[in-house]
T-cell receptor
Framework: GDSVTQTEGQVTVSESKSLIINCTYSATSIGYPNLFWYVRYPGEGLQLLLKVITAGQKGSSRGFEATYNKEATSFHLQKASVQESDSAVYYCALGMATGGNNKLTFGQGTVLSVIP | AQTIHQWPVAEIKAVGSPLSLGCTIKGKSSPNLYWYWQATGGTLQQLFYSITVGQVESVVQLNLSASRPKDDQFILSTEKLLLSHSGFYLC????????????FGPGTRLTVL
């Protein structure tokens, strides 16, 4: 089946430094995968951060960027300068529409802690 | 604007007892609905999906069932809880099924003792 791998379970970064959270995927289902980053801030629900539906395209939101790299099967999340308010859990997800189901397959999540 | 509400916020239940979790979506007609589950330390995984009232498909077999009695309501239930049912349950909706993004509710934390 489809799978998503986030290699870092926890990342600690100092404020104003750059960030990269790695995400690779394997799409075995027939179709065209969409890629998403979701975020859960402390005390809040899971919310969409950004999405990309076309290979080669880049999505961006709140200073975060991610490029859909079909050749490398990657969708890494990057930010040039993090803020303390970015501390949260980030989930990479693969979306596939198969057999009437719009299924999201999630990575295990990366806890980001930004040190002031 | 669409809102999604889940109830209860948290539950502590005994092994073997019944369970019913609910989800309501307001402001969106005929949404696709989903249940996801995350065990403690585990990954979010889809359990059920529904594209219309009265029709629910199972994705993962965990001795749970789901129903969609109304267009805006999705229910997750079981007659007998297992310890392995503990975790965080999320309801979600999407505009359609073509790989569209899903919007999640606040979740229900279930502890089975």
């Amino acid at each position: 089946g489809d799978s998503v791998t986030q290699t870092e379970g926890q990342v600690t970064v100092s404020e104003s430094k750059s960030l990269i959270i790695n995400c690779t995927y394997s799409a075995t289902s027939i179709g065209y995968p969409n890629l998403f980053w979701y975020v859960r801030y402390p005390g809040e629900g899971l919310q969409l951060l950004l999405k990309v539906i076309t290979a080669g395209q880049k999505g961006s939101s709140r200073g975060f960027e991610a490029t859909y790299n079909k050749e490398a099967t990657s969708f890494h999340l990057q930010k040039a300068s993090v803020q303390e308010s970015d501390s949260a859990v980030y989930y990479c997800a693969l979306g596939m529409a198969t057999g009437g189901n719009n299924k999201l397959t999630f990575g295990q999540g990366t806890v980001l802690s930004v040190i002031p | 604007a669409q809102t999604i509400h889940q109830w209860p916020v948290a539950e502590i239940k005994a092994v073997g007892s019944p369970l019913s979790l609910g989800c309501t979506i307001k402001g969106k007609s005929s949404p696709n609905l989903y249940w996801y589950w995350q065990a403690t330390g585990g990954t979010l995984q889809q359990l059920f999906y529904s594209i219309t009232v009265g029709q629910v498909e199972s994705v993962v077999q965990l001795n749970l069932s789901a129903s969609r009695p109304k267009d805006d309501q999705f229910i997750l239930s079981t007659e007998k809880l297992l310890l392995s049912h503990s975790g965080f349950y999320l309801c979600a909706w999407s505009q359609d099924w073509g790989g569209a993004e899903q919007f999640f509710g606040p979740g229900t934390r279930l502890t089975v003792l």
